[in-house]
């Protein structure tokens, strides 16, 4: 079992920058996908970074942003204080949600989120 707490979610200005914390605590060694993922009102769940730490993955890559937030978000993984982190750029009002954090070979472990807001 894997617990996940989430932080650093908070009120921020259009343009500006977040950085996004989740603590990950329990059985962590055969968590290979961790993500973040967002889900603001009235819309579906959505992936917006996912990081892959061992040798094969199915997306042919280590890390996986959708085109909605390339080149603004980067997801970052310290094993040794395992957590996982999300660096946030250029906020807008689509980016206001609740930020999950997810882990696990079937990214089936999910925290309890993480208010962002953009105005």
């Known amino acids: 079992h894997v617990q996940l707490v989430e932080s650093g979610g908070g009120l921020v200005q259009p343009g500006g920058s977040l950085r996004l914390s989740c603590a990950a605590s329990?059985?962590?060694?055969?968590?290979?996908?961790m993500g973040w993922f967002r889900q603001s009102p009235g819309k579906q769940r959505e992936g917006v970074a996912i990081?892959?730490?061992?040798?094969?993955?199915?997306?042919?890559?280590?890390?996986y942003y959708p085109d909605s937030v390339k080149g603004r978000f980067t997801i970052s993984r310290d094993n040794g204080k395992n957590t996982l982190n999300l660096e946030i750029n250029s906020l807008n009002s689509e980016d206001t949600a609740v930020y999950y954090c997810?882990?696990?070979?079937?990214?089936?472990?999910w925290g309890q989120g993480t208010q962002v807001t953009v105005s």
């Open positions: 990081i892959y730490t061992g040798t094969k993955s199915v997306y042919g890559e280590t890390t």
């Open positions: 997810a882990a696990g070979s079937d990214l089936g472990y």
């Open positions: 329990g059985n962590t060694h055969n968590s290979n996908y």
